[in-house]
């Protein structure tokens, strides 16, 4: 076989896949081919440079300026992608365009318990009830190409995964209304719990909204104690090992100055070797004589610790436990974890794949929680007298954190928080989800207007081009007439989607002014605006002002009713 053969051949194996970047409502904005090698960082990179960047420039044609909202991002490792664009040359770029990463639901359970209070689209303002997995289901649909695009050649295989994008975002268009309208009620009926959510915080004493938030606060602090010890117990341990070795040091300075002074020369002279022994320890004596001041300096102390004190007592034994309590502190971070995501199991509303998935991370998980059990076995029968022993027949067994009598030696009693226990999680869970589903209403409302608008706009633009280049080439007006009636199909469809949304139950009438076509943003409307300083009518409901403290405040106290203070 000749080499440019050989060579063609392999080439059509250069494509292991494909990096697609959607919107929320499963639209295909960007797509690229993964080139020898699975999913890298830079595919992401990549797509959200050509994406801000085209924003970029787009509004600074317009004179828009710098957004005012965030543009979230999901992505299942966003806590990583995260890290390295703020170390790439897209940090700019970013910042500019307010990128906020987040994990989305399935992925984000599988993560540690650290990563879902910084990343997890339950407790990110703005985000409404997206899900965030919308390409895995986008993948779910497109792998039926694997069978005819794997042995093709790149334009073929392009042309393949063209069409099927073609394809696909139109069905996508024809699905946009009932999008809006399954979200508007899942929403609605969230919304419809506000009273249950108000009844249960009564009962479990919670006084206002603000506690989930200080909660979330707490155990953020909490876990990332676990992960390190507490600087001050690292400093007490080093000032008492520093004592003691101060202390072992005096006792050989004052052994070689006896020997030194009492020495009697012989037949073989040591005068050389005593004094050089005695000048050693003097000199290693005058360093840590200066390490003991430096520690004592740090921690304030006003008088040296003497082996009667009650802190050097304290430090001599957290000495001898530092392995065991290094170890406790591992395994109570996998055991929370794991009660935390068992409990999320048992909650009713949890779909069949999310309980999957969540089953599969336990299991991977359980692993490092058996090598981590024995390592604290290790440590705890190590020490005088033994501390308890746990199996991992013991930690299947258990499902909640009351169960576990291990962490009463913890340095923390994590039983003893208000936010560990099953029930006031519950209620924090649903909370939370209220707060999202009415960040969801306000962004359907966004939604529904610019949908309608679209409609209007899209056959008054089409109608007019095609009537424009009619006498001109009249195979083009003819095309875009075949494309408008392509997609006006649904419009029907759409109209009475989304005026169906009037008749939910719970639907509020003051909310009907957003089922109106609103005027389309111009470049010259949006100078005019810039200079009166008058907001549009696009500014209305936009999420970007979601981001205000202020606002925030409001929506939770609109949500909950007053739920603490009215009876």
């Known amino acids: 076989m000749k080499e440019t053969s050989i060579s063609r051949s392999s080439a059509k194996f250069f494509e292991n896949g494909w990096f697609v970047l959607l919107c929320r409502h499963m639209l295909l904005l960007l797509a690229c081919d993964m080139i020898q090698s699975g999913e890298l960082a830079q595919y992401p990179l990549a797509l959200l440079h050509i994406f801000m960047a085209a924003e970029k420039e787009e509004r600074d044609i317009r004179q828009e300026g710098r957004p005012q909202g965030q543009l979230a991002v999901v992505y299942d490792i966003a806590c990583k992608t995260s890290k390295t664009v703020r170390r790439s040359p897209l940090n700019s770029l970013a910042q500019w365009s307010r990128f906020l ?4 639901a399935m992925h984000g ?18 985000v409404g009830l997206e899900d965030g997995e919308g390409c895995e289901r986008y993948f779910n649909v497109s792998n039926a190409l694997a069978a005819i695009t794997r042995h093709q050649s790149s334009f073929h295989r392009r042309q393949a995964i063209s069409e099927f994008a073609y394809f696909n975002d139109l069905q996508t268009y024809s699905s946009l209304s009932r999008f809006i309208y399954g979200n508007y009620k899942q929403a609605l009926g969230i919304i419809s719990t506000k009273n249950t959510v108000r009844n249960s915080m009564r009962e479990a004493g919670i006084a206002s909204p603000q506690v989930f938030y200080d909660w979330l606060v707490e155990e953020g602090e909490y876990l990332q104690r676990l992960y390190q010890t507490p600087p001050k117990e690292t400093l007490e341990m080093e000032y008492y090992l520093k004592l003691e070795a101060l202390k072992s040091c005096q006792e050989r300075l004052a052994k070689a100055r006896a020997a030194w ?9 040591r005068t050389n070797a005593l004094e050089t022994k005695h000048r050693n320890e003097s000199e290693n004596e005058r360093k840590l004589l200066a390490d003991v001041q430096a520690f004592e300096a740090r921690l304030e102390l006003r008088k040296r610790w003497t082996e009667s004190c009650d802190e050097y007592k304290l430090a001599k034994t957290m000495v001898k436990e530092a392995s065991y309590h290094k170890a406790l502190d591992k395994l109570e971070a996998l055991l929370v974890s794991r009660c935390f995501e068992m409990a999320r199991l048992n909650v009713a509303g949890t779909g069949y794949k999310l309980r999957k998935h969540i089953a599969n991370a336990l299991k991977t998980r359980s692993k490092s929680i058996q090598s981590a059990i024995a390592s604290y076995n290790e440590a705890a029968t190590a020490l005088f007298p033994p ?3 746990i199996t991992w027949e013991e930690v299947l067994e258990f499902s909640f954190l009351g169960e576990f009598d291990i962490l009463r030696n913890a340095r923390d009693d994590v039983r003893t928080r208000q936010w560990a226990t099953f029930r006031n999680r519950l209620i924090m869970q649903q909370f939370f989800r209220l707060i999202r589903a009415k960040e969801e209403i306000d962004r359907l409302h966004v939604e529904i207007r610019r949908l309608l608008t679209y409609i209007c706009e899209e056959e008054r633009i089409l109608s007019a081009k095609a009537a424009e280049v009619e006498g001109v080439n009249p195979a083009l007006a003819l095309q875009i007439r075949e494309y408008w009636c392509e997609r006006s199909r649904f419009n029907d469809l759409h109209c009475r989607r989304l005026f169906a949304i009037k008749r939910l139950r719970g639907f509020n009438i003051a909310h009907a002014k957003y089922f109106t076509a609103g005027t389309p943003v111009t470049a010259q409307d949006t100078l005019v605006e810039s200079a009166d300083n008058d907001p549009g009518p696009w500014d ?9 403290e202020e606002i925030l405040i409001d929506r939770v106290a609109t949500v909950m009713d007053l739920a603490v203070n009215d009876d």
């Open 101 to 104: 990463p987040a994990v989305g």
């Open 109 to 126: 359970y599988a993560h540690e318990r650290s990563c879902q209070l910084l990343f997890l689209m339950l407790y990110i303002v703005g």
């Open 261 to 269: 002074l009492g020495y009697q020369p012989g037949l073989r002279d």
């Open 387 to 389: 501390r308890q022993t």
């Open 540 to 548: 209305e409901g936009e999420d970007g002002d979601e981001d205000d």
